[in-house]
């Protein structure tokens, strides 16, 4: 059978991603509030109201196992203060769950949500991808953040590979899409499924790399699956993680978006993929 998820107590820390993430009961149902912390360009960063989602379905009583795979839709932007989250289990087996998590505020849907939970058994395991070689965390110097936006500042960015470099003009010939960096939050905290999923959609915009400027962007729609229980990242017991991303394609206002997610001891812990709004 599968077993529960222990839950999260937010009364015991005051990490500013577990106060950004915080759900409460509210006329019996799941109510969020969007961070100031936490903030993009026009609305709050949407690794956090995807991680917040993500918390809502692993505090329902009926939560049982680890996220296996989340695909989150962003249908509008979300503002500023509180949100209704409206959960439901769609099915249930005894290895798995299906979950939706509809995002509600000001009366109309801006996201919603499909995650899988499942029991991980022991079985024959092997990973064929390897880790991309990487300096020592510590021996990166990290992005500076203090001009980025409010979201970005709670991250620490140590680039190995394709750094930010933007400017006011356009590059005449694309740069490449690919980077590789070091990621923590800015205060350290355990990885957990949560700080992944955020981490997922922490990678700057590729188009951003390409272009070598900032231009507008959206995510449309976010899949992240997760390769480790909750045992394996306890074992894992890092505050950091190696992130690659990459793009293919761009054409017609949408491009991809593909990254991992590494532990330092070369455990694939996630991978995740985009669709992405871009005006250029």
Same mark, same amino acid.
């Given at each position: ?25 509210v006329d019996g149902g799941w109510r969020g509030e969007a ?18 989602? *993500? ?5 329902? %009583? ?5 996220? /296996? +795979?989340?695909?989150?839709? &962003?249908? @509008? ?105 070091? *990621? ?5 905290? %355990? ?5 992944? /999923? +955020?981490?997922?959609?922490? &990678?700057? @915009? ?52 593909t990254g991992e997610l590494w532990s330092p001891n070369g ?14």
């Open positions: 059978m599968l077993e529960k998820t222990p839950d999260t107590n937010l009364r015991d820390t005051v990490h500013p991603f577990d106060r950004a993430t915080q759900v409460i009961v961070s100031a912390d936490y903030f993009a360009f026009v609305g709050p960063f949407g690794g956090a109201t995807a991680a917040t989602m *993500l918390r809502a379905i692993m505090m329902q %009583p009926e939560s049982l196992g680890d996220p /296996l +795979s989340v695909t989150v839709n &962003f249908c @509008a932007p979300v503002g500023g203060g509180g949100f209704d989250l409206a959960t439901r289990l769609i099915k249930a087996t005894r290895s798995t769950q299906h979950w939706m998590v509809e995002l509600q505020q000001n009366g109309e849907v801006a996201a919603f949500m499909t995650a899988v939970f499942a029991a991980r058994r022991a079985s024959w395991s092997h990973q064929p991808a390897t880790m991309p070689d990487a300096p020592p965390f510590d021996q990166v110097k990290p992005l500076p953040t203090s001009v980025i936006a409010p979201w970005a500042q709670q991250y620490q960015f140590r680039f190995v590979e394709g750094s930010t470099n933007y400017s006011t003009a356009q590059k005449d010939i694309p740069a490449s899409a690919y980077s590789r960096m070091w *990621l923590s939050d800015a205060l350290p905290r %355990p990885i957990d499924f949560l700080s992944l /999923l +955020s981490m997922s959609d922490s &990678f700057f @915009a590729r188009i951003f790399h390409v272009l070598g400027k900032i231009v507008p962007i959206g995510t449309v729609s976010m899949t992240t699956v997760f390769h480790a229980d909750s045992a394996d990242l306890a074992a894992e017991n890092t505050t950091m993680v190696l992130g690659v991303a990459d793009a293919n394609i761009f054409h017609k206002s949408f491009s991809d978006q455990r694939l812990l996630a991978t995740t993929s985009q669709a992405v709004y871009f005006k250029a």
